[in-house]
């Protein structure tokens, strides 16, 4: 009888989102074949420190302080072809710092890696391409849009969110990798409508009758910031406000300051278990739109009104939200005031946004995900296993 799969999900704690979609990945894995060995790898964990905080305090700094360089930079290395020279020495200059990713995987031998970030892929793809890897190696893309950078020789199949982003992948990665158009995975807790919304927003403090806006900055706390919201709570006085500091612990501080001057009407939140539930509460989330936060909002048929977005990836999702009739885009406080204050008093609209969001959605993509990772396992030679859970990361 053969062995359960043995399957490493690579996330990077960067943000929120690779780690979330890694998460819905392997709830589909477990609920397919229950008894698979999955380990969750902080593929950040096995770089070396100098490299980490180099790379993070580059991309924070620049993203803060110059994000039109950003974007330029991100432009310019999405124009070049697949194999372009540059791509070719950023990722070998990225795997000279994964030595000890190259040795855990080498020495674990799994039946599948899937990775849901460039720099894991980067060194998975080439193991793979070279022989050193044996079981197949996935890339779960999490924007609605595919950059050159995640293209790689050695990745078995990609999972892109749209028949769109999977023809331009086609189009720029060539016949080889099997590429499926699956949705962005995220938990199915995102579906879950078992608890009536009136009483859920009871249960979450919130008063009836009265409409609520989910205020949201991404898993960093950029974005939306509490002068934001406080300008938002003094010109739309009916509305109730969810306002999510995520791990910006100085955004929380600052907004627990504006909820005191708007007792009742704003609440708020740090780092969060229960986005669905929040998600569900609320009429519409003004908020960024990375690619898990833009995929849950469609899942729930949640519109949005997207600011703020970081420059390249991001703004390709808002390109995506509004083509699709799920957002709106304002520029400027004044007009984020007045789409926000029009939406929620256009209830006709903000249910046409709904339906766009629904009809977007591709809520079962961790099933169709893990469908697809399970099926190159059946034929795997027999080994101990270990039980389901977190996988040890070396010391720094």
Known sequence: MNRPPRIALLSVRIGAGHVRAVEAVAEGLRRLEPEAQI???????????????????FYAGILRAAPGAW??????????????????????????????????????????????????????AHLRHSGQLRGPVHVVLTDYQVHTMWIQPGVDCYHVATPEIADALRAKAGPKPQIEA???????????ESEPREALRL????????????????GFGLGAGARLVETLADAIPRAQWL?????????????NRAAIRF?????????????????????????????LTSSECLARGLPMVVVHPIPGQEERNADFLLECGAAVRPHGT??????????LQ????????????RHAARPQAQDTIARAILGPTAAATPAPTAPIGLAATPAD
């Open 39 to 57: 380990d969750h790898l902080d593929a950040f964990r096995f770089f070396n420190p100098v490299f980490r905080a180099s790379f993070m305090g």
């Open 263 to 291: 007792p009742g009407r704003i609440r708020t939140f740090g780092y969060v278990e229960n986005m669905h539930e929040l998600n569900r509460a609320a009429d519409l989330a003004v908020t960024k739109c990375g690619g």
């Open 346 to 357: 256009e209830p006709a609209r903000l249910e046409r946004m709904r339906f766009a969001a």
């Open 334 to 343: 004044a007009q984020l005031i007045f789409k926000v204050r029009e939406l």
């Open 182 to 192: 699956t949705g962005i995975p995220i938990l199915a807790a995102f579906g879950d």
């Open 71 to 124: 974007r330029g930079m991100y432009e310019a290395m999405e124009l070049r072809p697949a194999g372009h020279w540059t791509h070719r020495f950023n990722a070998w200059f990225d795997r000279q710092h994964a030595g000890r990713l190259r040795a855990h995987l080498r020495r674990a031998d799994y039946d599948a890696v899937v990775c849901t970030h460039y720099l894991p892929a980067e060194v998975c």
């Open 243 to 255: 306002c999510i500091a995520g791990s910006n612990q100085a955004l929380l501080e600052d907004l």
């Open 203 to 218: 249960r979450l403090g919130l008063e009836p009758g009265r409409p609520v806006a989910l205020v949201a900055g991404g």
